[in-house]
């Protein structure tokens, strides 16, 4: 699930729950057991970045960095009531904004063409357009706010990152997945150094949880490289509904 649109946590983290380990414990040392997962993902995604993959990279990361270790250090701070019932409002909203990225996108390009610039060495979409500067600087925003989410929570975090994508002008759904699964495996990597300093990393299950992340992570990847690109936009659009669903039944 994780390699083809986000959202394994939905299935990780309750299991965590339900043997008995602490909510802010049971976070973070899920994130720990998706980790290698989303390595394995990304090596699978290696031949999936494009020139605009690259160019667009280097200030999503920084901004990510930032953002894992702020959510990190705000979630060992909260309790975890507060932040699971913020989950399905979260979810709902992103999957919503993936369905119309395309509409925004185009509304957005309308109401700034006469302040953009020539973006090549930032975001220049595949097809040749040129992306608005305040359109650029609008996704760098967004993308701290999703970061510290991914470094605070994270379930569904790849549907946040697909929608920013599709926002910045990314029209290639395998290409936006590679860049997806590199920025969440950067944040939940500096969210995973944050735990382990603050002792909150369940081994014994972190340990048996990696072994089917990573295996799954790799093979989930390589299918969905595989399939139409339509399928996977609905793929993505039915897991965000999917998930949404269950988090407002579970925590209501």
Known sequence: MNSFAGGGSFISFPALLVSGIEPIAANATNTCALWPGTI????????????????????????????????????????????????????????????????????????????????????????????????????LIIELFIATYIGYFGAGAGI????????????????????????????????LVTFIVGHRIVWPEAAVMVVGAALGGYGGALFAQKLNPRHVRWGVIAIGFGMSAYFFVRYR
């Open 160 to 191: 946040l990152v697909l929608a920013l994508l599709a926002l910045l002008g990314m029209e290639n759904i395998h290409t936006m997945n590679g860049v997806k699964t590199l920025l969440v495996t950067i944040v939940n990597g500096v969210a």
């Open 40 to 139: 394995a993902s990304t090596v699978a995604y290696r031949k999936a970045f494009d020139s605009q993959a690259r160019r667009i990279l280097p200030p999503l990361i920084v901004l990510g960095i930032v953002g894992g270790v702020l959510g990190a250090n705000i979630l060992l701070r909260t309790p975890q009531e507060t932040f699971v019932k913020l989950i399905p409002w979260l979810l709902l909203l992103a999957t919503i904004v993936f369905i119309f990225s395309a509409r925004i996108t185009s509304w957005l390009r309308a109401r700034v063409e006469n302040r953009e610039i020539d973006a090549a060495p930032l975001g220049a979409a595949a097809s040749g357009k040129r992306t608005p500067l305040l359109v650029f600087i609008g996704g």
